[in-house]
């Protein structure tokens, strides 16, 4: 299969979880013309030109954070090991992040007005402290246990930076663990990243 990915985009969280996974995969990197390393049209794998794509190996392309680190969970025996509500937790963890946290990182990525920027600042402080609640002393955000949702809140908080905001103390040992992560030194060294 095909990641379709840019260097340090969400597209990261992906990277991670099939590292943790052991799902073997291929890296295609797509810049900001949108066109793919090998100078292919991005657009007619994606046509909503973002990343992530994810191709499988029949040629079939998912598309969004969400679908994807589902589909690589299902693939993994690693990614869901608690089980019971675990994976609607983290799929219900992926879901506000990538509205509530990626959302309001957009103005900071884009030249969007400063009045803009600081109501997505202030929502950011108000989503990153409802996040630190729940991740509390356990090592991961839902438990003993990576799931899919660590890698896509490792992205959220290497982003975080453009904000301007400080980011509470228990999301930073997390950012820390993480880091400190095989799959995730792995995925940041292949994007060049470290």
Not at 12 to 29: F, K, T, W
Not at 131 to 137: A, F, P, R
Request: proline share 6%; glycine share 8%; aromatic share 10%.
């Amino acid at each position: 299969m095909n990641l379709y990915y840019a260097p340090g985009a969400c597209s990261l969280a992906d990277h991670i979880a099939l590292n943790e996974a052991g799902v073997p995969y291929s890296l295609i990197g797509i810049d900001r013309a949108k066109r793919t390393e090998d100078g292919r049209d991005y657009l007619t794998v994606n046509p909503r030109g973002y990343v992530p794509a994810l191709e499988l190996d029949d040629g079939t392309v998912l598309t969004e954070n969400l679908a994807i680190l589902a589909y690589i969970a299902q693939r993994s025996d690693n990614l869901f090991t608690e089980g019971g509500m675990t994976p609607w937790r983290a799929l219900e963890a992926i879901s506000f992040m990538s509205s509530a946290i990626h959302g309001n990182l957009v103005p900071f990525f884009k030249n969007l007005p400063t009045g803009e920027k600081e109501r997505a600042r202030t929502a950011l402080v108000k989503h990153f402290a409802s996040l630190d609640d729940q991740l509390g002393d356990r090592p991961f955000l839902l438990g003993e246990h990576m799931t899919i949702a660590d890698p896509y809140l490792f992205w959220c908080l290497r982003s975080a930076p453009v904000s301007g905001i400080e980011l509470p103390a228990r999301l930073r040992a997390f950012f820390v663990r993480m880091s400190k992560m095989p799959s995730v030194q792995k995925a940041l060294a292949e994007e060049g990243l470290n």
